[in-house]
């Protein structure tokens, strides 16, 4: 029977002492766990980052991909074995600023995919320079003045690309973390899950009192769950165009509430069809045997000779 401690391997973790990165880890490992996910069935993506080592920490297939390039090397490997559980993991500097571009059409195409970003508004590996979610005005220990530009919104970004499962979490609250991974798995379709994560080395404003509201007059947190207030994201009708609009502007509209209160949860949730189900349209044989199972050596492909001759 599979354990937790399956999901572990024994490479030496090398992040610095009460990283949020570690909340992460465990959330991931947590849910394919309770997923019931068999690790051979499982690959993690990353790019380059402190986050980028996390598939070194998770016994499954993985794969330490280049600065921004988890998310095309995720989706090659998506679209040869349909069957996997594909993951990428990325940082917010190496996803939403290197890989913006992949960002972007990845969730256009509604891969059947989850994103799962460590979100620390810092470039932590390169000592803490400010990435692009930094707010305008901010400095963090190892800037030498403030951001001068506006951070990105990347709820807002991902909703408005295109992904189908948009949430946002806490590295610190593993267990709303791994509910939220567990589902983002479970969605067909392109899902991001942003994920608010203290980088206690270099960012000395976001951290763990700060989202507990340690500074605020009423010492309350900041950080709050979406459906406490009776939020709903998931669209009910994917053909009310109507819905769809209004479910989107909803999201987007709270994505933006930062300061004495930041919203966590799921923003927004639509079925709708996957990139695989596209293909299948075009290329029947996708949908009944994944391409890496496929006899591709002895094809016929005289038609295609004679079609372009
Ligand atoms: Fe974590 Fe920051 Fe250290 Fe990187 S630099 S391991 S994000 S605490």
Redesign the pocket.
């Known amino acids: 029977m599979l354990e937790l401690k399956d999901f572990r391997t024994k490479v030496h973790n ?3 002492p ?4 570690f909340g992460i880890l465990n959330a991931i490992q947590m849910a394919l766990f309770e997923l019931k996910l068999e690790p051979h069935n499982v690959a993690i993506f990353s790019g380059i ?3 980028g080592k996390t598939p070194h920490f998770v016994n499954t297939y993985g794969f330490h991909t280049l600065h921004g390039r988890a998310l095309p090397i995720a989706t090659g490997a998506k679209l040869a074995n349909r069957d996997l559980t594909v993951v990428a993991v990325g ?1 917010d500097g190496d996803g939403y600023g290197i890989g913006a571009g992949h960002f972007l059409h990845a969730g256009r195409r509604n891969l059947d995919f989850t994103y799962v970003v ?1 979100d ?1 508004q ?1 470039y ?2 390169t000592k ?1 320079q400010s990435s692009p979610t930094l707010p305008k005005g901010e400095r963090t220990k190892s800037m030498p003045a403030p951001a001068i530009v506006e951070g990105i919104n990347p709820i807002a970004t991902a909703i408005s690309s295109g992904y189908t499962f948009v949430a946002r979490s806490y590295a610190l609250d593993v267990r709303h973390l791994k509910e939220i991974l567990k589902a983002a798995i479970l969605h067909k379709g392109s899902a991001l899950v942003d994920v608010l ?7 000395d404003i976001n951290t763990k009192e700060w989202y507990a509201g340690a500074d605020l007059p009423s010492k309350s947190p900041r950080l709050y769950k979406l459906e406490e207030k009776g939020y709903d994201g998931v669209v009910k009708d994917p053909n009310n165009s109507g819905e769809v609009t209004e479910k989107k502007i909803q999201a987007i509209v709270n994505s933006f509430e930062w300061g004495d209160k930041i919203p966590i949860g799921v923003f927004y949730k639509i079925e709708e069809p996957t990139f695989e189900e596209m293909i299948e349209t075009r290329m029947p044989t996708y949908k009944t045997t994944t391409l890496v199972k496929q006899d591709v050596l002895n094809r016929n492909v005289d038609p295609l000779f004679q079609y372009l001759t």
Do not use: E, F, I, K
Request: with cysteine; aromatic share 8%; net charge negative.
């Open positions: 090398d992040w610095c009460g990283c949020g990165d980052g402190c986050s940082g460590h620390n810092v932590g590996l803490g994560q203290t980088c206690p080395t270099y960012n």
